[in-house]
């Protein structure tokens, strides 16, 4: 069953997971699995900032929120869903809630 | 330099264990398997040979399979050990061929079978010198990235062999054979800049076609091109996805594919070395 994250639930990065950014892109590859993942702009800003310790959801909104042009409720929505997609795939984990 | 050695032929016995790790053709060959063993790893190729990697100090043992020449062994090791080995140590190798175009080089990378020599040979052929036909050795300069030269030597199947060294000897089918850089198909010896790489396709296109890669769809085609001795071990996997990363950040790269007809050479030679010169102007 997916679990429901709340805004303060806390993550970091996977020790398995290394990430870069070219050309706009940021590449995560699971060094367990060998997969190869693709963040966008803002996904590799989420990124970024879960790599420089902003750990909970609503942090990582704040983030966004300063550095992109959108509402809040959308940003926590499409925050919500990249991260849920990000645990899912066992590239974050959920360090608390 | 690797110590290396070469002991007589043997028959190759079932390894009492399970590969951590195993290369496997599009077809769903494997081609090499990679095994653990007490003082480091030993990569089998099956019914060719098997390759002993002392982890301490790098040296290699290779034991020929049974009817495996030993001279053939010797290009395994060559086309994939060394280079795996150079990669374990921190150096910049993939699978593919290269050539002089302009004032640069351009790699050609793919899977086994793809073309990679045919296509060095036919700019060989075409005025434009290979480097090196198998594997591409990379080096950083201040200037940026050189590709390394490697043997004056193409290894062609008997169909590439006619086409490009009609003169020498016919190779047997299905196997390859080796011609030494020649006045038709020369060798360029020294290192040159890195201009561009290429990716080639699996030649099912009627059309010669080039499409840009972004550098993050770059990376990750790259990285598959690599000789990794061990996945599982991580600080050096990801040491080596760090040094890809920036070669694909720094370095144009594009998707290639053109239908695998002899005829067509000419025209994709045209098309890559016009558009390779071209960017060198810009």
Redesign the interface.
Known sequence: MTKVFDLQDRFAPGADVVAREVGGETILLDLGTGTYFGLNEVGGKLWQSLEAGQRSISELCDTVEQTFDAKRDIIERDVVALVQDLANRNLIILEST | MTPFSMLNQQPQDEIPASPYDCWVTPDGDETAQFYRTATGYCVRFPDQADFLIDVDSLSVQCIPADGMAQDDALILYYNSIQPMLGNYRGQLHMHASAVRCGTGAIGFLGLSRRGKTTLAGAFASAGHPFLTEDVLSITISEDGYLVQPSRPVLRLFSDSAALLAPHEPEAESGKKISFSAQTSLPHWSRPCPLTALFLLGPGESEITSIERL???D???QL?RHSFILD?ED?PR??AH??RI?AL??ATSCFALDYPRRYGELHKVIETVSTMVTGEQID
């Open positions: 972004q550098p993050a770059a990376l990750t990285m996945v991580r996997l990801k996805f760090d990363a694909a950040r």
